[in-house]
Protein backbone atom coordinates (compact mmCIF):
# COMPACT_ATOMS: atom_id res chain seq x y z
CA UNK A 1 0.00 0.00 0.00
CA UNK A 2 1.34 3.51 -0.75
CA UNK A 3 1.67 5.94 2.09
CA UNK A 4 1.75 9.80 0.77
CA UNK A 5 5.33 11.53 1.32
CA UNK A 6 5.43 12.37 5.05
CA UNK A 7 8.75 11.80 6.77
CA UNK A 8 10.98 13.13 3.96
CA UNK A 9 11.29 16.80 4.55
CA UNK A 10 12.52 19.37 1.30
CA UNK A 11 14.69 21.42 4.23
CA UNK A 12 15.91 18.30 4.78
CA UNK A 13 16.99 17.32 1.12
CA UNK A 14 20.22 19.72 -0.37
CA UNK A 15 18.58 21.81 -2.69
CA UNK A 16 19.94 21.75 -6.70
CA UNK A 17 22.66 23.63 -7.19
CA UNK A 18 25.25 24.04 -9.84
CA UNK A 19 28.46 21.87 -10.42
CA UNK A 20 31.63 23.69 -11.04
CA UNK A 21 34.22 21.31 -10.81
CA UNK A 22 31.82 18.85 -13.19
CA UNK A 23 31.49 21.65 -15.53
CA UNK A 24 35.00 22.88 -15.94
CA UNK A 25 35.88 18.91 -16.76
CA UNK A 26 33.37 18.42 -19.26
CA UNK A 27 34.21 21.57 -21.07
CA UNK A 28 37.76 20.35 -20.95
CA UNK A 29 37.03 16.97 -22.74
CA UNK A 30 34.64 18.35 -24.82
CA UNK A 31 37.39 21.12 -26.13
CA UNK A 32 40.37 18.12 -26.59
CA UNK A 33 38.13 15.66 -28.16
CA UNK A 34 36.33 18.11 -30.44
CA UNK A 35 39.89 19.31 -31.73
CA UNK A 36 41.12 15.76 -31.89
CA UNK A 37 37.58 14.77 -33.77
CA UNK A 38 38.31 18.13 -35.93
CA UNK A 39 41.98 16.74 -36.96
CA UNK A 40 40.88 13.66 -38.22
CA UNK A 41 37.69 14.99 -39.93
CA UNK A 42 39.08 17.05 -42.43
CA UNK A 43 42.22 14.96 -43.16
CA UNK A 44 41.57 12.72 -45.82
CA UNK A 45 43.62 9.29 -44.10
CA UNK A 46 41.74 9.83 -41.05
CA UNK A 47 38.49 10.09 -42.01
CA UNK A 48 37.47 6.46 -42.12
CA UNK A 49 38.86 5.99 -38.23
CA UNK A 50 36.90 8.80 -37.29
CA UNK A 51 33.97 7.36 -38.85
CA UNK A 52 34.44 3.92 -36.64
CA UNK A 53 35.73 5.82 -33.55
CA UNK A 54 32.62 7.69 -33.63
CA UNK A 55 30.36 4.84 -33.76
CA UNK A 56 32.23 3.46 -30.99
CA UNK A 57 31.64 6.77 -28.80
CA UNK A 58 27.85 6.74 -29.80
CA UNK A 59 27.05 3.30 -29.06
CA UNK A 60 29.28 3.48 -25.19
CA UNK A 61 26.60 6.99 -24.46
CA UNK A 62 23.41 4.72 -26.20
CA UNK A 63 24.29 2.15 -23.91
CA UNK A 64 24.49 3.92 -20.89
CA UNK A 65 21.34 6.04 -21.62
CA UNK A 66 19.10 3.03 -22.70
CA UNK A 67 20.24 1.05 -19.87
CA UNK A 68 19.20 3.93 -17.56
CA UNK A 69 16.08 4.02 -19.22
CA UNK A 70 16.13 -0.09 -18.60
CA UNK A 71 16.89 0.24 -14.93
CA UNK A 72 14.31 2.78 -14.00
CA UNK A 73 11.38 1.21 -15.99
CA UNK A 74 12.51 -2.15 -13.85
CA UNK A 75 12.31 -0.12 -10.37
CA UNK A 76 8.46 0.73 -11.74
CA UNK A 77 7.64 -2.90 -13.41
CA UNK A 78 8.71 -4.91 -9.83
CA UNK A 79 7.59 -1.87 -7.33
CA UNK A 80 10.86 -1.39 -5.83
CA UNK A 81 10.79 0.32 -2.81
CA UNK A 82 14.95 -0.15 -1.90
CA UNK A 83 15.73 2.15 -5.11
CA UNK A 84 13.31 5.12 -4.97
CA UNK A 85 16.82 6.74 -3.03
CA UNK A 86 18.72 5.86 -6.33
CA UNK A 87 16.14 5.85 -8.69
CA UNK A 88 16.54 9.61 -9.39
CA UNK A 89 20.34 8.88 -10.72
CA UNK A 90 19.02 6.64 -13.28
CA UNK A 91 16.67 8.90 -14.24
CA UNK A 92 19.19 11.34 -14.79
CA UNK A 93 21.00 9.10 -17.25
CA UNK A 94 17.33 8.20 -19.09
CA UNK A 95 16.69 11.74 -19.82
CA UNK A 96 19.61 12.02 -21.27
CA UNK A 97 18.03 9.63 -24.64
CA UNK A 98 17.01 12.75 -26.73
CA UNK A 99 20.18 13.90 -26.63
CA UNK A 100 21.76 10.71 -28.02
CA UNK A 101 19.45 11.16 -30.44
CA UNK A 102 20.77 14.28 -31.85
CA UNK A 103 24.15 12.35 -31.24
CA UNK A 104 23.15 9.82 -33.94
CA UNK A 105 22.95 12.48 -36.94
CA UNK A 106 26.49 12.22 -37.75
CA UNK A 107 26.20 8.85 -38.19
CA UNK A 108 23.49 8.85 -40.94
CA UNK A 109 25.36 11.56 -42.59
CA UNK A 110 28.56 9.07 -42.69
CA UNK A 111 25.87 6.85 -44.24
CA UNK A 112 24.83 9.71 -46.76
CA UNK A 113 28.99 10.21 -47.31
CA UNK A 114 29.64 6.05 -47.48
CA UNK A 115 32.62 7.28 -50.10
CA UNK A 116 34.51 8.82 -47.11
CA UNK A 117 33.23 6.87 -44.51
CA UNK A 118 32.78 3.37 -45.18
CA UNK A 119 31.43 2.08 -41.94
CA UNK A 120 28.65 -0.49 -43.46
CA UNK A 121 29.56 -2.02 -46.63
CA UNK A 122 25.80 -3.09 -47.24
CA UNK A 123 25.80 0.74 -48.33
CA UNK A 124 28.03 -0.14 -51.33
CA UNK A 125 25.80 -0.70 -54.48
CA UNK A 126 28.84 -1.98 -55.87
CA UNK A 127 29.55 -4.40 -53.61
CA UNK A 128 26.16 -5.63 -53.29
CA UNK A 129 25.76 -6.05 -57.09
CA UNK A 130 28.14 -8.96 -56.89
CA UNK A 131 27.21 -10.48 -53.49
CA UNK A 132 24.33 -12.84 -53.74
CA UNK A 133 23.54 -13.05 -49.40
CA UNK A 134 23.73 -8.77 -49.34
CA UNK A 135 21.35 -8.87 -51.89
CA UNK A 136 19.09 -11.19 -50.37
CA UNK A 137 19.45 -8.94 -47.19
CA UNK A 138 18.31 -5.53 -49.39
CA UNK A 139 14.68 -5.84 -48.13
CA UNK A 140 15.89 -4.89 -44.45
CA UNK A 141 19.69 -3.39 -45.21
CA UNK A 142 19.04 -0.38 -47.03
CA UNK A 143 19.51 2.96 -46.08
CA UNK A 144 15.76 4.45 -45.89
CA UNK A 145 14.47 1.52 -43.99
CA UNK A 146 17.52 1.48 -41.49
CA UNK A 147 16.71 5.21 -40.96
CA UNK A 148 13.08 4.74 -40.61
CA UNK A 149 13.90 2.16 -37.64
CA UNK A 150 16.03 4.53 -36.14
CA UNK A 151 13.56 6.97 -36.29
CA UNK A 152 11.01 4.96 -34.61
CA UNK A 153 13.49 3.41 -31.86
CA UNK A 154 14.28 6.55 -30.63
CA UNK A 155 11.12 8.18 -30.89
CA UNK A 156 9.85 5.51 -28.54
CA UNK A 157 12.70 5.62 -25.98
CA UNK A 158 12.35 9.59 -26.17
CA UNK A 159 8.62 9.27 -25.41
CA UNK A 160 8.97 6.75 -22.22
CA UNK A 161 12.05 8.72 -20.68
CA UNK A 162 9.98 11.43 -21.25
CA UNK A 163 7.28 9.62 -19.15
CA UNK A 164 8.74 8.47 -16.62
CA UNK A 165 11.51 11.34 -15.97
CA UNK A 166 8.92 14.04 -16.49
CA UNK A 167 6.59 12.16 -13.67
CA UNK A 168 8.94 11.95 -11.58
CA UNK A 169 10.28 15.05 -11.42
CA UNK A 170 6.47 16.77 -11.54
CA UNK A 171 5.91 14.74 -8.22
CA UNK A 172 8.74 16.98 -6.52
CA UNK A 173 7.07 19.80 -7.49
CA UNK A 174 3.74 18.15 -5.46
CA UNK A 175 2.07 16.82 -8.88
CA UNK A 176 0.70 13.70 -9.33
CA UNK A 177 1.67 11.77 -5.79
CA UNK A 178 0.83 8.16 -5.71
CA UNK A 179 -1.25 8.56 -9.01
CA UNK A 180 1.99 9.22 -11.13
CA UNK A 181 3.44 6.43 -8.61
CA UNK A 182 0.93 3.96 -9.81
CA UNK A 183 0.50 5.41 -13.66
CA UNK A 184 4.00 4.87 -14.25
CA UNK A 185 3.88 1.31 -13.05
CA UNK A 186 0.74 0.14 -15.17
CA UNK A 187 2.92 1.75 -17.95
CA UNK A 188 6.63 -0.48 -16.96
CA UNK A 189 4.81 -3.39 -17.99
CA UNK A 190 4.44 -2.42 -22.11
CA UNK A 191 7.70 -0.51 -21.97
CA UNK A 192 9.62 -3.91 -21.08
CA UNK A 193 8.27 -4.72 -24.50
CA UNK A 194 9.03 -2.22 -26.62
CA UNK A 195 12.35 -1.90 -24.94
CA UNK A 196 13.67 -5.48 -25.60
CA UNK A 197 12.09 -5.24 -29.55
CA UNK A 198 14.16 -1.45 -29.99
CA UNK A 199 16.97 -2.69 -28.10
CA UNK A 200 17.59 -5.79 -29.94
CA UNK A 201 17.06 -4.25 -33.63
CA UNK A 202 19.01 -1.26 -33.02
CA UNK A 203 21.85 -3.69 -32.02
CA UNK A 204 21.55 -5.47 -35.14
CA UNK A 205 21.63 -2.39 -37.17
CA UNK A 206 24.48 -0.60 -35.65
CA UNK A 207 26.44 -3.15 -34.48
CA UNK A 208 25.89 -6.64 -36.18
CA UNK A 209 25.25 -5.23 -39.90
CA UNK A 210 28.67 -3.98 -39.72
CA UNK A 211 29.97 -7.37 -40.95
CA UNK A 212 26.50 -8.28 -42.40
CA UNK A 213 27.23 -11.79 -43.85
CA UNK A 214 27.76 -12.78 -40.10
CA UNK A 215 24.74 -13.72 -37.61
CA UNK A 216 23.71 -14.55 -34.67
CA UNK A 217 20.33 -15.22 -33.07
CA UNK A 218 21.71 -14.34 -29.33
CA UNK A 219 23.06 -11.23 -30.43
CA UNK A 220 20.64 -9.00 -29.06
CA UNK A 221 21.07 -10.45 -25.29
CA UNK A 222 24.50 -10.06 -25.90
CA UNK A 223 24.51 -6.47 -26.53
CA UNK A 224 21.26 -6.01 -23.18
CA UNK A 225 23.65 -7.34 -21.04
CA UNK A 226 26.67 -5.30 -21.34
CA UNK A 227 24.22 -2.46 -21.62
CA UNK A 228 22.98 -2.94 -18.33
CA UNK A 229 26.26 -3.46 -16.88
CA UNK A 230 27.52 -0.50 -18.23
CA UNK A 231 24.13 1.62 -16.85
CA UNK A 232 24.44 -0.27 -13.49
CA UNK A 233 27.94 1.01 -13.05
CA UNK A 234 27.17 4.46 -14.10
CA UNK A 235 24.20 4.39 -11.72
CA UNK A 236 26.36 2.92 -8.75
CA UNK A 237 29.63 5.35 -9.14
CA UNK A 238 27.09 8.78 -10.01
CA UNK A 239 24.83 7.71 -7.10
CA UNK A 240 28.06 7.40 -4.45
CA UNK A 241 29.61 10.52 -6.09
CA UNK A 242 26.53 12.43 -4.70
CA UNK A 243 26.63 10.89 -1.37
CA UNK A 244 30.07 12.22 -1.28
CA UNK A 245 28.99 15.48 -2.42
CA UNK A 246 26.57 15.93 0.31
CA UNK A 247 23.78 16.08 -2.54
CA UNK A 248 21.21 12.86 -1.65
CA UNK A 249 20.76 14.17 2.14
CA UNK A 250 22.42 12.47 5.55
CA UNK A 251 21.62 9.12 6.04
CA UNK A 252 19.40 8.55 2.79
CA UNK A 253 21.59 5.97 1.40
CA UNK A 254 22.29 3.45 3.82
CA UNK A 255 24.11 -0.32 3.33
CA UNK A 256 20.89 -1.63 2.09
CA UNK A 257 20.86 0.08 -0.82
CA UNK A 258 24.46 -0.25 -1.27
CA UNK A 259 24.23 -3.81 -1.11
CA UNK A 260 21.34 -3.84 -3.52
CA UNK A 261 23.41 -2.19 -6.01
CA UNK A 262 26.02 -4.40 -6.05
CA UNK A 263 23.90 -7.86 -6.01
CA UNK A 264 22.52 -6.17 -9.25
CA UNK A 265 26.18 -5.74 -10.80
CA UNK A 266 27.19 -9.10 -9.56
CA UNK A 267 24.02 -10.50 -11.29
CA UNK A 268 24.17 -9.11 -14.42
CA UNK A 269 27.89 -9.59 -14.72
CA UNK A 270 27.53 -13.30 -14.34
CA UNK A 271 24.46 -13.27 -16.76
CA UNK A 272 26.92 -11.22 -19.30
CA UNK A 273 29.45 -13.77 -19.10
CA UNK A 274 26.72 -16.42 -19.62
CA UNK A 275 25.46 -15.10 -22.65
CA UNK A 276 28.87 -14.22 -24.29
CA UNK A 277 29.77 -17.72 -23.45
CA UNK A 278 27.06 -19.02 -24.83
CA UNK A 279 27.46 -17.24 -27.92
CA UNK A 280 30.89 -18.43 -28.54
CA UNK A 281 30.39 -22.02 -27.46
CA UNK A 282 27.36 -22.17 -29.80
CA UNK A 283 29.26 -20.96 -32.53
CA UNK A 284 32.34 -23.06 -31.97
CA UNK A 285 30.02 -26.12 -31.86
CA UNK A 286 28.31 -25.50 -34.97
CA UNK A 287 31.85 -24.88 -36.55
CA UNK A 288 29.72 -23.55 -39.49
CA UNK A 289 31.96 -21.01 -42.15
CA UNK A 290 29.24 -18.39 -42.33
CA UNK A 291 29.14 -17.95 -38.07
CA UNK A 292 32.26 -18.72 -36.98
CA UNK A 293 34.70 -16.60 -39.01
CA UNK A 294 33.42 -13.66 -36.94
CA UNK A 295 35.11 -15.08 -33.78
CA UNK A 296 37.98 -16.41 -35.68
CA UNK A 297 38.77 -12.79 -36.72
CA UNK A 298 38.76 -11.94 -33.05
CA UNK A 299 40.63 -15.13 -31.78
CA UNK A 300 43.99 -14.37 -34.20
CA UNK A 301 47.08 -12.33 -34.55
CA UNK A 302 46.61 -9.05 -32.53
CA UNK A 303 42.78 -9.60 -31.86
CA UNK A 304 43.41 -12.52 -29.72
CA UNK A 305 45.10 -10.30 -26.35
CA UNK A 306 42.01 -8.26 -26.42
CA UNK A 307 39.71 -10.82 -26.48
CA UNK A 308 41.62 -12.42 -22.94
CA UNK A 309 41.48 -8.98 -21.58
CA UNK A 310 37.89 -8.37 -22.17
CA UNK A 311 36.92 -11.54 -20.39
CA UNK A 312 38.98 -10.61 -17.49
CA UNK A 313 37.80 -7.02 -17.10
CA UNK A 314 34.20 -8.05 -18.09
CA UNK A 315 33.74 -11.08 -15.54
CA UNK A 316 36.79 -12.44 -13.77
CA UNK A 317 37.90 -9.84 -12.01
CA UNK A 318 34.49 -8.34 -11.12
CA UNK A 319 33.08 -11.62 -10.13
CA UNK A 320 36.36 -12.30 -7.48
CA UNK A 321 36.12 -8.51 -6.24
CA UNK A 322 32.03 -8.17 -6.02
CA UNK A 323 31.91 -12.46 -4.21
CA UNK A 324 31.24 -11.61 -0.75
CA UNK A 325 28.67 -9.45 0.75
CA UNK A 326 30.84 -7.31 2.34
CA UNK A 327 32.28 -6.20 -1.22
CA UNK A 328 28.93 -5.25 -1.77
CA UNK A 329 28.32 -2.92 0.64
CA UNK A 330 31.97 -0.90 0.43
CA UNK A 331 31.90 1.94 -1.18
CA UNK A 332 35.42 1.86 -2.38
CA UNK A 333 35.30 -1.55 -3.44
CA UNK A 334 32.20 -1.06 -5.79
CA UNK A 335 33.86 2.25 -7.22
CA UNK A 336 36.83 0.32 -8.75
CA UNK A 337 34.63 -2.22 -9.93
CA UNK A 338 32.40 0.09 -11.61
CA UNK A 339 35.59 1.96 -13.37
CA UNK A 340 36.61 -1.23 -14.12
CA UNK A 341 33.22 -2.75 -15.70
CA UNK A 342 32.70 0.55 -17.82
CA UNK A 343 36.26 -0.04 -19.13
CA UNK A 344 35.31 -3.26 -20.25
CA UNK A 345 31.99 -2.18 -21.88
CA UNK A 346 34.04 0.59 -23.88
CA UNK A 347 36.38 -2.46 -24.72
CA UNK A 348 33.72 -4.46 -25.94
CA UNK A 349 32.25 -1.88 -27.97
CA UNK A 350 35.91 -1.51 -29.27
CA UNK A 351 36.01 -5.37 -29.63
CA UNK A 352 32.72 -5.69 -31.58
CA UNK A 353 33.18 -2.56 -34.11
CA UNK A 354 37.35 -1.92 -35.10
CA UNK A 355 37.99 -5.22 -36.19
CA UNK A 356 36.25 -3.82 -39.29
CA UNK A 357 39.06 -1.19 -40.06
CA UNK A 358 42.00 -2.98 -38.10
CA UNK A 359 42.06 -6.21 -39.30
CA UNK A 360 45.29 -7.58 -38.17
CA UNK A 361 45.26 -5.82 -34.91
CA UNK A 362 43.96 -2.94 -32.89
CA UNK A 363 45.40 0.37 -32.86
CA UNK A 364 44.13 2.88 -30.70
CA UNK A 365 45.50 6.86 -31.33
CA UNK A 366 44.24 10.17 -31.50
CA UNK A 367 42.49 9.24 -34.10
CA UNK A 368 40.41 6.73 -32.14
CA UNK A 369 40.38 8.84 -29.06
CA UNK A 370 38.64 12.20 -30.07
CA UNK A 371 35.18 11.28 -30.91
CA UNK A 372 34.85 8.98 -27.41
CA UNK A 373 36.38 12.21 -25.50
CA UNK A 374 34.16 14.18 -27.33
CA UNK A 375 30.89 12.85 -26.34
CA UNK A 376 31.36 11.81 -22.52
CA UNK A 377 32.40 15.32 -22.22
CA UNK A 378 28.78 16.58 -23.81
CA UNK A 379 27.19 13.42 -21.52
CA UNK A 380 28.97 15.33 -18.49
CA UNK A 381 27.58 18.71 -19.51
CA UNK A 382 24.26 17.42 -19.42
CA UNK A 383 24.56 15.62 -16.11
CA UNK A 384 25.56 18.83 -14.25
CA UNK A 385 23.17 20.99 -16.07
CA UNK A 386 20.47 18.64 -14.76
CA UNK A 387 21.99 18.88 -11.16
CA UNK A 388 21.76 22.56 -11.35
CA UNK A 389 18.17 22.42 -11.99
CA UNK A 390 16.51 19.36 -10.06
CA UNK A 391 17.35 17.57 -6.64
CA UNK A 392 19.41 14.48 -6.95
CA UNK A 393 17.09 12.40 -4.88
CA UNK A 394 13.17 11.87 -5.81
CA UNK A 395 11.88 13.85 -2.93
CA UNK A 396 7.89 13.75 -4.03
CA UNK A 397 8.15 10.05 -4.45
CA UNK A 398 5.49 8.52 -1.72
CA UNK A 399 7.84 5.50 -0.83
CA UNK A 400 10.54 8.01 -0.06
CA UNK A 401 10.76 7.59 3.62
CA UNK A 402 10.12 3.95 3.18
CA UNK A 403 12.92 3.34 1.03
CA UNK A 404 15.28 5.83 3.46
CA UNK A 405 14.65 3.02 6.04
CA UNK A 406 15.08 -0.19 3.88
CA UNK A 407 17.59 -2.48 5.63
CA UNK A 408 18.57 -5.35 2.88
Not at 49 to 75: H, I, N, P
Not at 357 to 385: K, N, T
Request: charge should be neutral.
Amino acid sequence: MIEPPAAIQDSLVPAPRPCGGLTRAAVVLVVIGAALSLIALFGEANRERFGFAYLWGFTFLWSLALGALFFVGLQHLTHAVWSVVVRRVGELFAGSIALVAILFIPILVFCLLFEHFPLYPWLDHAHVEHDHLLQGKQPYLNLPFFVVRAVVFFIAWIAFAAFFVGRSLRQDAGEGGVQSTLRMRKVSAPFMIVFGLTATFAGIDWLMSLEPHWFSTIFGVYVFSGMVVASLALITIATLWLRSAGRLGEGVLGSGHLYNLGALLFGFVCFRAYIGFSQYMLIWYGNLPEESFYMVHRLEGGWLPVTGLLALLGFVVPFLALLSRSAKVSPRRLVWVSVVLLISQLLDLYWLIMPQVHEEAPVLGWQELGPPLLLIGVLILYVSRFLGKHHAIAVGDPLLAESQGYYA
